[in-house]
């Protein structure tokens, strides 16, 4: 594997709300598809060419899905990834880089609702409201996750032949004689069909079939975002204000956080 690959594994005994708890109510019936990557120019790599910074990206790369459809694109550069980056793990760009060691991501996501990550150079942050686990096998969760909320933060066990089939221009697609996976990687879903779903990685969208992620894929959460909700007055399938933060307060209470802000 020639890119450096930066999602840790998930610590056992790790908890976080999960997605049935935010929507809980009858959901209407999802879409045969949905795209929110329609408004975004371009996708930055932010250094995931370089350094293992692949979770702070695909968190990046969400603020911007998120800003792009409001109309108000923020379109974040290297310098904010690896800041954020540096700041939970103790990573260093160098000369020479140490601590190059990757992220886990239920900590990244805790950084982001506590601390909040930067977006520009003048130092402004973002802070995520809250966050669901969704059980990877559940691909219903996921496509209802990208339709409810925009995006979905994802963690994959990488082959290496999904190197060789991303430079070839090919979707991720089971071999014939699937090969072991080498690293995890963070990716953030932004759309999905009935065959799969596209995920930004490495600076641009790549497709991913639902077969190819249910070998491996091995982490997937919902991101949360008061404004993604209050901008519509509701989410697609009837979710208020009101409720999602009722889950918000929730999950503070499950991470320790205190009372949400």
Request: net charge negative; glycine share 10%; proline share 7%.
């Amino acid at each position: 594997m020639r890119r450096p690959l930066g999602k840790l594994p998930r610590p056992a005994g790790r908890v976080a709300l999960p997605l049935r708890r935010v929507v809980s109510h009858a959901p209407l019936p999802l879409p045969p598809s949905a795209n929110w990557a329609r408004p975004v120019r371009a996708w930055p790599m932010l250094g995931n060419d370089q350094y293992g910074d692949c979770a702070w990206a695909a968190m990046l790369h969400a603020v911007q899905l998120w800003t792009a459809n409001s109309g108000a694109e923020i379109v974040p550069d290297t310098a904010c990834a690896l800041a954020d980056y540096s700041a939970e793990t103790g990573f260093s760009a160098g000369p020479p880089t140490a601590n190059d060691n990757g992220t886990v991501l239920l900590d990244a996501l805790r950084y982001w609702m506590v601390t909040g990550i930067a977006i520009d150079a003048a130092g402004a942050l973002d802070r995520l409201d809250g966050f669901a686990s969704i059980e990877p096998g559940d691909i219903e969760g996921i496509k209802r996750a990208i339709e409810e909320f925009g995006c979905v933060l994802l963690g994959v066990e990488l082959p290496e032949s999904a190197e060789e089939q991303f430079d070839a221009g090919e979707p991720w697609a089971l071999l014939t004689e699937p090969d072991a996976p080498v690293g995890g990687h963070a990716v953030l879903a932004v759309a999905y069909d009935a065959g799969g779903m596209w995920v930004v990685t490495w600076g641009k969208l790549q497709y991913v079939t639902w077969q190819w992620w249910q070998r491996y894929g091995s982490e997937a959460y919902a991101l949360l975002r008061r404004e993604w909700i209050s901008a519509r007055g509701a989410s697609p399938s009837g979710l208020t204000m009101a409720q999602l933060d009722q889950h918000i307060t929730e999950l503070h209470g499950t991470l320790g956080l205190g009372a949400a802000a």
